[in-house]
């Protein structure tokens, strides 16, 4: 199983179905720079109490 983060389509859409879906996340949570998903991934964990496998299968299923 792959544990790699593949963001697919535009991230302005993912992070607002992700603000839908979890309404605690600020856009500084979601702050998102192309090569630095590890941040991304690191911030929603802390947020959300998800494991890091959790937070990445999540947001490569959107």
């Known amino acids: 199983m792959d544990h790699r983060l593949?963001?697919?389509g535009d991230w302005d859409q993912?992070?607002?179905k992700l603000?839908?879906?979890y309404t605690q996340l600020t856009n500084e949570d979601?702050?998102?720079v192309e090569g630095?998903?590890?941040e991304l991934v690191g911030r929603l964990q802390a947020?959300?109490?998800m494991r890091k496998r959790q937070?990445?299968?999540m947001l490569?299923?959107?």
């Open 14 to 16: 993912l992070k607002t």
């Open 60 to 62: 490569n299923a959107l």
């Open 30 to 32: 979601l702050t998102y």
């Open 19 to 21: 603000q839908h879906a």
């Open 6 to 8: 593949h963001l697919r």
């Open 47 to 49: 947020k959300l109490g």
């Open 36 to 38: 630095k998903g590890h």
């Open 55 to 57: 937070v990445v299968k």
